[in-house]
């Protein structure tokens, strides 16, 4: 399982495309925690490059609120409080409360109806 960083890593290393490399540098460091525990380099604090920190933040919320095979369904305190000490306090707290106000993601489907209905409107 930790050796997935590393070869999504690889796979992106030799770009010279400034996207490719951030996604070498996104998929190197999103596993890397705050507090040092994290993998393959074991960085922590500002150490991490914020790209990683961010993504980080959206793993683990992604595997907060969706549905895996090896999990109950839904979001826990205990999981969201422990999840939360992997990334820095700030973008943490800010992640968590969004989450709280909005347990559900809008659908594509329903944003991209949303967006064009607001297209349709007069403007003022």
């Not at 951030?22 to 890397?32: G, N, P, V």
């Not at 992997?86 to 559900?104: E, G």
Request: one cysteine or more; hydrophobic letters at 30%; a positive charge.
């Amino acid at each position: 399982m930790q050796r997935h960083a590393l070869i999504g890593a690889s796979m992106l290393c030799e770009s010279r495309s400034p996207v490719m490399q951030l996604a070498e540098t996104i998929a190197r460091m999103h596993h890397e925690r705050w507090d040092g525990a994290g993998y393959p380099n074991g960085l922590s604090g500002t150490d991490i490059p914020l790209a990683g920190r961010i993504c980080g933040i959206c793993d683990v919320f992604d595997a907060l609120v969706s549905e895996r095979p090896y999990k109950q369904d839904g979001p826990s305190a205990k999981r969201s409080t422990r999840s939360a000490r992997r990334a820095d306090s700030t973008s943490t707290r800010t992640s968590l409360r969004r989450s709280s106000t909005s347990r559900r993601m809008p659908s594509p489907t329903s944003t991209t109806q949303h967006t064009r209905a607001a297209e349709r409107r007069p403007r003022a």
